[in-house]
């Protein structure tokens, strides 16, 4: 194959072989298959000494050559030769590292990262962004509002300034408006993940402090509750029984929203959350998922109007762990069955579609769509069309919006998806502005894989959809393939059929160049009639 790196394993892989898959009976034979097959480095958290020690005698006992090891090890260090590894081997400016992680531009490009990725979900009454300045009181409560462990981990950096949503929003009204803050409730309870199954009464403690975040709600004009997920509930090795919110939280939101006040929903976690009840029932949810470090900051800039949010989803939230798997792209009519009327009379028997598409976002603006082109209208499989189309912000505010493009295969041989992603641009436009996209779409947006396991483009209809989300599809067209041997027939049917003679009126010799049937040269023998 021409593979000139190195192969590594993931964490207790090698283990696994016999603690698992049941390939080999001790960690010693499960390290002869993996280096026999290939592996290079042993990656995991226990002792080099697990690994080290069984090839050593696998060697001294004949079940591994010395060559095999010297070709595992060549593979290593020819790649730390290429990238200049022992060049310079050792960091002298260990410090460097933070001045550069620390940068100024650095930090900005960090926060510029959190607001552009956060997602609008929700925005009844055009509740946000806040009005920072008639604002005096706000409620702040949940788990994740004061929490910075998000933005910390074995993953990702563990020693950086985090700024919480709690944070953010105490400076960005510092001096104009007062916080009132308790948690709430914890990320989890004692019973979890049990009680996702179960449902445990809420204790005397729980109910306490639930209590203290309806009361602060009560005294404020707005009340801002940051749910979701975190380390505990998201991650490796750690799926879940439901996607609801864990623990009290849900508990929590409700009694919020029960004071009757502005309740604005922020969610940081790492997976979609079926989150029902607070679409139907919450004014204004923000879908923050792990913002960073700089996520406190960014958050509190969208709630307050200093950045319209324009983010998009880049997954599907589903209503219900029954629906799973359920994806975005999937085939037609696969969440339309299960009837369509609710109730004791009706034929309803699950519920359908998503809560959230693929694609999905909003925004303090509103954005048109229009003009949309498609040239050629008519392709070969070898060949491209360019789609164009116009965006304008219809709205007050600056903002941006990510164009999606999407393609379906009417008639096809085998089953296709109900539409796939071909293109997206996110672009930036003030009030009024529009700016003209162009996608280009050519053979591998037309492509599927037939019964012959073979890429292949059939000849047919393809509608091109234009829209702000999967669902959302504003504009759209069609664009037809066709197959080249056909066309090139009908190319060579078109020709006329010409006559050519010669002829010794020379009124007539330049007819034979205006290509009509109809022209013809007549001559006598042997007459030679120069051409031009």
Same mark, same amino acid.
């Given at each position: 194959m021409g593979f000139r790196g190195y192969v590594v394993s993931d964490s207790d892989a090698v283990e696994y072989l016999y603690t698992k898959h049941g390939t080999a009976k001790d960690m010693k034979e499960a390290v002869r298959q993996s280096v026999e097959a290939g592996l290079n480095v042993r990656c995991t958290f226990r002792s080099p000494d697990s690994f080290v020690l069984p090839l050593r005698e696998l060697v001294k006992e004949g079940g591994l050559s010395e060559e095999v090891i010297n070709d595992r090890v060549r593979d290593i260090l020819r790649v730390k030769f290429l990238i200049g590894l022992f060049d310079a081997p050792y960091q002298t400016d260990l410090a460097d590292a933070d001045r550069e992680v620390e940068k100024e531009e650095n930090e900005?490009?960090?926060?510029? &990262?959190?607001?552009? #990725?956060?997602?609008?979900?929700?925005?009844?009454?055009?509740?946000?962004?806040?009005?920072?300045?008639? @604002?005096?009181?706000?409620?702040?409560?949940?788990?994740?509002?004061?929490?910075?462990?998000?933005?910390?981990?074995?993953?990702?950096?563990?020693?950086?300034?985090?700024?919480?949503?709690? *944070?953010?929003?105490?400076?960005?009204?510092?001096?104009?408006? *007062?916080?009132?803050?308790?948690?709430?409730?914890?990320?989890?309870?004692?019973?979890?993940?049990? #009680? *996702?199954?179960?449902?445990?009464?809420? @204790?005397?403690?729980?109910q306490a402090e639930i209590d203290k975040a309806v009361e602060n709600a009560r005294q404020a004009d707005v009340a801002i509750v940051v749910l979701g997920g975190g380390q505990r509930t998201c991650g490796e090795n750690k799926?879940?029984? #439901?996607?609801?919110?864990?623990?009290?939280?849900?508990?929590?939101?409700?009694?919020?929203?029960?004071?009757?006040?502005?309740?604005?929903?922020?969610?940081?976690?790492?997976?979609?959350?079926?989150?029902?009840? &607070?679409?139907?029932?919450?004014?204004?949810?923000?879908?923050?998922?792990?913002?960073?470090?700089?996520?406190?900051?960014?958050?509190?800039?969208?709630?307050?109007?200093?950045?319209?949010?324009?983010?998009?989803?880049?997954?599907?939230?589903?209503?219900?762990?029954?629906?799973?798997?359920?994806?975005?792209?999937?085939?037609?009519?696969?969440?339309?069955?299960?009837?369509?009327?609710?109730?004791?009379?009706?034929?309803?028997?699950?519920?359908?579609?998503?809560?959230?598409?693929?694609?999905?976002?909003?925004?303090?603006? @509103?954005?048109?769509?229009?003009d949309l082109d498609i040239t050629p209208r008519v392709i070969t499989p070898n060949e491209s069309a360019t789609v164009r189309l116009k965006v304008t912000n219809t709205g007050k505010r600056a903002g941006d919006e990510v164009v999606q493009l999407y393609i379906r295969d009417v008639l096809s041989s085998i089953t296709t998806y109900e539409k796939n992603l071909a293109g997206f641009q996110r672009i930036h436009l003030e009030p009024d502005e529009a700016q003209e996209l162009s996608f280009t779409i050519d053979r591998k947006h037309l492509e599927l894989l037939d019964t012959d396991m073979k890429w292949v483009v059939e000849p047919g209809d393809f509608v091109l959809m234009a829209g702000a989300s999967s669902e959302d599809i504003r504009l759209n067209g069609t664009l037809t393939v066709e197959d080249y041997q056909t066309r090139a027939k009908a190319i060579e049917a078109q020709k006329p059929a010409k006559r050519v003679s010669a002829s010794t009126n020379p009124e007539d010799a330049e007819n034979v160049l205006d290509e009509k049937i109809n022209t013809a040269w007549q001559g006598n023998k042997e007459i030679i009639l120069p051409l031009p």
């Open positions: 900005a490009i960090a926060l510029q &990262a959190s607001r552009e #990725s956060i997602v609008l979900l929700k925005n009844a009454g055009e509740l946000l962004p806040l009005d920072i300045n008639s @604002t005096k009181k706000i409620a702040v409560c949940g788990p994740n509002a004061n929490e910075e462990g998000y933005a910390l981990t074995h993953y990702g950096p563990l020693a950086v300034e985090v700024t919480t949503v709690l *944070e953010g929003i105490q400076e960005k009204t510092k001096g104009k408006a *007062e916080v009132l803050y308790t948690k709430g409730c914890d990320l989890v309870d004692a019973h979890w993940p049990e #009680s *996702e199954i179960i449902d445990y009464p809420l @204790t005397d403690d729980e799926s879940r029984t #439901s996607l609801d919110l864990p623990g009290r939280q849900l508990q929590l939101l409700q009694a919020i929203q029960a004071t009757g006040k502005p309740v604005v929903l922020i969610l940081i976690n790492g997976r979609p959350l079926s989150i029902n009840w &607070a679409d139907k029932f919450v004014p204004a949810i923000l879908e923050a998922w792990y913002p960073g470090s700089k996520g406190g900051t960014a958050l509190a800039d969208i709630l307050f109007g200093d950045y319209n949010p324009g983010g998009k989803l880049t997954v599907t939230f589903p209503k219900t762990v029954g629906q799973i798997p359920f994806n975005f792209p999937c085939k037609p009519s696969s969440q339309i069955d299960g009837g369509k009327n609710p109730g004791p009379t009706g034929n309803m028997s699950r519920i359908n579609g998503a809560l959230y598409p693929f694609g999905y976002g909003l925004s303090y603006t @509103t954005f048109e769509y229009s």
